[in-house]
């Protein structure tokens, strides 16, 4: 078939398409970027794989990088744009069931199609905007069907990553997995444990952010792939409460409040261990704290003015979303509110600091210092001081008086 309107990034990268052909070789778009062209979604990364070998590809090119060169990658900076240009390949045994144990260089676009993942990411789309369908997977996109290229057992077998991959694309794209497909995965969910624990993370992540994070979820209970990944084994029962509590129509907003979500449900107590073993970083840790943290406090009382500078209003909105979408009784105005009545956000933005309190009363640095600064603090942010100069130094004045 022929792709009637060419997406502007493909149209932008057709000069670097014709450039390796001029030089005698084939090159086309391939992998996702193909896909979601047929499905009319945004495009990301343009990828590029043609039968020339990265020698040859650099000669063609005056800008290049070697960014993954034993693969076959280079790395081609053109009218502005980068782009991955890679060269067929076939993958021999892989090792760790994650990398191959060496890729060799073809010439042919169907050897080299057929080492990927799913059908609908196997097309391949040429200068004059022909789609190249060596699987069937223009069937499997019009049936809305994840199907695994060739042997699905030798697949998952290969890279046990394709199985996050696979329940991620259901979460994405709403499709359902072909059953010798689902049933390869649920046979070899066990092999998730040989697989780093950021790259499960990476796909996880985007799966609770996808529409159809439910389906993805759905997928990963009746494939039972959450016992082999980091704390989440028998949770099946949490995961079922989980999707019963929250409506059909929610969606997460941030990758904090979707994580926030699952250890609130599964019940998670020491939340930094979980985060750690997920390899997360310690700005994420913090974060997704804090939320359920919020969380905690909502169960008991209000949100007032020093929760609002505390946390920030944007955190404390994540928290009232998921409430609502509990039914829980939430507040949105009265956040709003509070934040909009802050004479500070930051105590950074208090006009005097603590080198001048030193000059003006000979204070010394030290614990004492410390709570006159954040006496000054809470002041300002409760209403009761007005972060202005001489307001600040009057009222240290009278803290200084009554302590003598």
Do not use: C
């Amino acid at each position: 078939m022929r792709l009637k309107d060419l997406p502007s990034e493909f149209q932008e990268a057709l000069p670097v398409l014709e450039k390796i052909k001029a030089a005698g070789f084939e090159a086309y778009f391939v992998g996702g970027s193909v896909r979601d062209a047929l499905l009319g979604q945004p495009i990301h990364d343009v990828d590029i794989a043609s039968s020339s070998y990265p020698a040859e590809t650099k000669k063609i090119f005056p800008r290049t990088v070697d960014i993954g060169i034993e693969h076959g990658t280079v790395l081609v900076l053109e009218n502005g744009h980068e782009y991955e240009i890679t060269t067929f390949r076939t993958e021999d045994v892989y090792v760790d069931y994650r990398r191959p144990s060496q890729v060799s260089f073809v010439r042919s676009l169907e050897e080299d199609l057929k080492r990927r993942d799913f059908t609908i990411n196997a097309f391949a789309l040429n200068e004059r905007s022909q789609v190249i369908d060596k699987f069937n997977g223009l069937a499997d996109l019009g049936q809305k069907r994840l199907r695994a290229v060739g042997n699905a057992a030798e697949r998952f077998n290969e890279d046990a990553l394709r199985i996050m991959r696979g329940l991620r694309f259901t979460a994405s794209l709403d499709f359902d997995i072909e059953e010798e497909t689902f049933t390869a995965m649920k046979e070899h969910a066990p092999l998730l444990e040989k697989i780093s624990v950021e790259r499960s993370f990476i796909e996880f992540d985007k799966l609770l952010l996808a529409p159809y994070w439910r389906k993805g979820i759905d997928y990963l209970i009746v494939s039972q792939a959450y016992d082999y990944l980091p704390f989440l084994q028998d949770s099946a029962d949490k995961w079922q409460k989980l999707l019963k509590d929250l409506p059909e129509d929610f969606t997460f907003t941030s990758s904090e409040q979707a994580w926030a979500s699952v250890l609130l449900y599964l019940d998670i107590k020491n939340i930094k261990s979980f985060l750690k073993s997920w390899k997360t970083s310690n700005d994420f840790q913090k974060t997704v704290e804090k939320l359920l943290a919020i969380y905690r406090l909502r169960q008991e009382r209000q949100i007032e003015k020093a929760d609002v500078y505390h946390y920030g209003a944007s955190l404390l909105m994540l928290v009232e979303e998921l409430r609502q979408a509990q039914g829980l009784v939430v507040d949105f105005e009265r956040i709003k509110e509070l934040d909009a009545a802050l004479t500070i956000h930051d105590k950074h933005e208090i006009v005097v600091r603590g080198g001048d309190l030193i000059v003006a009363f000979a204070l010394k640095p030290g614990p004492n210092l410390g709570k006159i600064l954040n006496q000054i603090e809470s002041f300002i942010v409760d209403g009761n001081l007005a972060n202005e100069r001489q307001a600040i130094l009057d009222f240290v004045r009278r803290e200084i008086k009554e302590n003598e």
